[in-house]
C-alpha cells in the first residue's frame, strides 16, 4: 500500500504514489473498456464511455506532471494517443450536451418548450408577434438538426475508433501500464510535490494573466465585444480561460495522485465548474452563430438565433465572474 | 426670501416656500419659451426645449406632492397639460438618444463604427464571414432609418404643438402662475415636510415591492427572459422599475422645494442614473426587436439585431444591479 496523506501538508509522497496511482488508473481504463465491449441489453454503454474518458486523462494529465520520473521516451509517444483517445470518445457527449444548453437556453428566452415538436405551423400564416415564437421554434428545429447530424457523426467515429488498431495500441499500452509502470530508476523514492507544486505554478502563473479585475465587475460587457465582428474567430479572448481551464484539472489530478480522491477542494471544484461552464457556453454560442450563417433561413429564425448568440456569450461572462469570485477566495499559491 | 435650509433635518418649511419654487420655475418655464421663440443664427433650440421640459416637469411634480396646498380644480387641470407639453417635447431628443445607443452598441459589438456610410457594398458578392459584419451595417442603416424618420415626425409634431392653441393655453397658465400661486388659504403657513414625506414613502414602498434581492446577484438573466416570447408585451417586468423612476424623481423635486438646488444626495442621482439607464435600455432594446420585424430583411441582419436586442437587454439587467448596489447604501427611510 502506498502512503496517503490526508493532510495537506504530508512528508514526502514518492514515486510509488505515482505508479500505483498510474496503475490504479490503467485497471480502471480496462474495466471500463470490458464494460463497453460486453455491451449487451441494459448495459450503461455512455457510462463506460465516460469510464473511459476520466482514466485516460488521468493517466495523460500525470505523465505531463511527473514526466521527469518516467520513461522519457515512452511518456513522450503515449501521452497523444491518450489525448486522441479522451478528445474522440468526447465528441458525442459534447454535442448532446451543446444541445440540451440551447435548447433549454431557448426555452427559458421563449417562454414556451423548442421542441421539433413544436416546430410545425411554420408555414402559416403567423401574424408579426407569432414570427417571434416561430423563430424561436424554427432556431430550435435547427440546431436539433445540426448538432444531432454532428452528435450522430461523433458516435459512429467513436465507435470507428475503439475497433480500429490506433485503439488497440493504446489498449495494449495500458495493459502494460496496469502491471509495470515505466519509473526511471531514480523515482520509487523522489519526492513527489517538486512536480506537484510545479503544476500549481503554473496554473497560478495562468490565473495571474487573466484579466480577473474586469471578470470581478459584472456586467463589463466583455464577453460579447466584438461578437458580430467579421473575423470569423471573434473570441480569441477565451483561449486563455480554456487554458486555465486545462492546467486546473492538471493540478486537481496531481492532487489526486498526492492526497487521494478524498481532499477535494471544494472552492477547486468551484472554479473548476465555473471554467467548464465557461467552455460550455463558449462552444453553445459558437453553434448558435454558426447556424445563423445556414444559406436561406428564415429572418426570424436568424433573429432568434442571435438573441441566443448573445445569451451564451453572457453565460461566457457570468462563468468568468463566477471563477473570479470562487478564486478570490482560494488559498492556492506556490508554497 | 423664502426659507431655505441645507440641513436635511430642519424646522418646518412652509407654503411660501413652495410658492416661490413654484413662481422660479414658471419663471424659468416662460424664459425658455422666449429664448425658442426668439430663435436666430446661433439659438440652441434644443437647449430651451430641456429647459422647457425641465420647469415643466417640476412645477407638474410640485402640483402632484403638494397638491392639498393647492386650489384642487386648477391643479387637477393644469397637470396633464404640463404633462403633454413635457412628453411631446421629450420625443425628438429620445429617438435622437436611442439611436445613438443603438449605433455605439453595434459598433462595440462588431469592433468598426456602424453607420450609413459604411452600408455600401452590401449587394456584392459576400463570403460567409463577411456576412457577419454586413450584418452589422445593414442593422446599423436600418436603424438609422427607422429613428431619423421617428424623430423627424417627433420634430415636426413638437414644432406644431408649440405653435397650436393647446400650448399657448399652457403658456398662459405658467405666466399666470410666475405671478401668483393660487396657495388654499391654510397652505402659506402649512409645513411642507409632511407631503414631501408622504411622497418618499411612496417611493420607499415601491422600491421594496421591486425584485431586489434577484437584481443584486449578477447574471440572473432575468432581463431577457421571455426575450423570444409571442406576448407582444414580452417585458412587464420593467414596469416596475419605470414606476420607481417616475417616484424617485418626484421626491427629488420635493427636496428641491424644502432644501433648494445645492442639497444633492449624489447616491441618489446614482440611483436615478441607473434608472434612466434601465429606461434608455429597455426602449433600445424594444426598437432593434421591432426593426427585426421589418418585412425583407436579409437573415444577417435579423441576426444582428437578435444579438443587439440581447445586448440592451442585458444592459436592463446590469442597470437594476448599479440600481440595487446605490439603492443598498441609501438612507432613505420614511421617517
Not at 495523460?60 to 513522450?76: C, K, M, N, Q, Y
Amino acid at each position: 500500500m502506498a502512503q496517503r496523506h490526508p493532510d495537506p501538508t504530508p512528508g514526502a509522497v514518492t514515486g510509488e504514489a505515482l505508479a500505483e496511482h498510474l496503475r490504479a488508473q490503467a485497471t480502471e481504463f480496462l474495466r471500463a473498456l470490458r464494460l463497453h465491449r460486453e455491451g449487451g441489453p441494459g448495459a450503461d454503454l455512455d457510462g463506460a464511455v465516460r469510464a473511459l474518458r476520466r482514466s485516460a486523462r488521468r493517466i495523460s494529465g500525470s505523465l505531463h506532471t511527473f514526466r521527469p520520473l518516467l520513461d522519457a521516451g515512452w511518456a513522450e509517444s503515449v501521452r497523444p494517443e491518450l489525448a486522441w483517445v479522451s478528445g474522440t470518445l468526447a465528441q458525442e457527449q459534447a454535442y448532446a450536451a451543446r444541445l440540451e444548453r440551447l435548447l433549454l437556453a431557448l426555452h427559458r428566452l421563449s417562454g414556451t418548450p423548442v421542441l421539433p415538436a413544436q416546430a410545425p405551423g411554420l408555414g402559416g400564416p403567423a401574424s408579426e408577434r407569432g414570427k417571434v415564437a416561430v423563430g424561436a421554434a424554427k432556431a430550435g428545429a435547427l440546431l436539433e438538426r445540426q448538432l444531432t447530424l454532428a452528435r450522430t457523426r461523433a458516435h459512429s467515429a467513436a465507435l470507428r475508433a475503439l475497433a480500429g488498431s490506433r485503439f488497440h495500441a493504446v489498449a495494449d499500452t495500458v495493459a502494460l501500464l496496469a502491471g509495470e509502470v515505466p519509473l526511471t530508476p531514480a523515482a520509487a523514492g523522489a519526492d513527489l510535490r517538486p512536480l506537484a507544486a510545479a503544476a500549481e505554478e503554473r496554473l497560478a502563473a495562468a490565473v495571474t494573466a487573466l484579466p480577473l479585475v474586469r471578470a470581478g465587475h459584472p456586467y463589463n460587457a466583455e464577453a460579447l465585444v466584438h461578437g458580430l465582428s467579421p473575423d470569423p474567430s471573434p473570441h480569441p479572448q477565451d483561449a486563455p480561460w480554456h487554458q486555465v481551464r486545462l492546467l486546473l484539472r492538471l493540478h486537481r489530478y496531481a492532487r489526486e495522485v498526492l492526497h487521494g480522491d478524498d481532499l477535494t477542494d471544494v472552492r477547486l471544484t468551484a472554479a473548476g465548474q465555473a471554467l467548464d461552464r465557461h467552455r460550455d457556453a463558449s462552444e453553445a454560442a459558437t453553434a448558435a452563430a454558426q447556424a445563423a450563417r445556414t444559406p436561406r433561413i428564415a429572418p426570424a429564425t436568424a433573429y432568434a438565433l442571435g438573441v441566443l448568440h448573445a445569451d451564451q456569450r453572457h453565460e461566457v461572462e457570468a462563468a468568468r465572474y463566477a471563477f473570479q469570485r470562487s478564486w478570490g477566495r482560494q488559498t492556492v499559491g506556490t508554497s
